[in-house]
Nanobody
């Protein structure tokens, strides 16, 4: 069974940077597309970023140029580096396997990690 364990979320001020981590157990991320998703209060979950070993990364328009997804295959971990954070980035962030086009591969999600951006 595949499990996703997200971490790194915290409260920050606008303009700050933060890097989230997602450690995957039960399946190797090597050769598999992975993505980050977020869900704000009262909002639907949205795709933030996704990337695979054989193709480049894709980002939501709202985070393009500010967020970077990358991975450490040896650690079976996927990261999301976030810069110049705004209050609109406040959400719980989740990771899953799957490409941008196909969406999340697994129906079971981790607990996510909460990012709060406020002045």
């Amino acid at each position: 069974q595949v499990h996703f364990m997200e971490s790194g979320g915290t409260s920050v001020e606008p303009g700050a940077s933060l890097t989230l981590s997602c450690t995957v157990t039960g399946r190797s991320v090597r050769g598999v597309a992975c993505g980050w998703y977020r869900q704000g209060e009262g909002q639907a979950r949205e795709t933030v970023a996704a990337e695979g070993n054989l193709w480049g990364a894709s980002y939501a328009a709202s985070v393009e140029g500010r967020f970077t997804i990358f991975r450490d295959n040896a650690a079976n971990t996927v990261f999301l580096k976030m810069t110049n954070l705004t209050v609109e980035d406040t959400a719980r962030y989740y990771c899953n396997m799957g490409s941008w086009g196909d969406g999340p591969l697994y129906a079971s999600w981790g607990r996510g990690t909460l990012v709060t951006v406020s002045a």
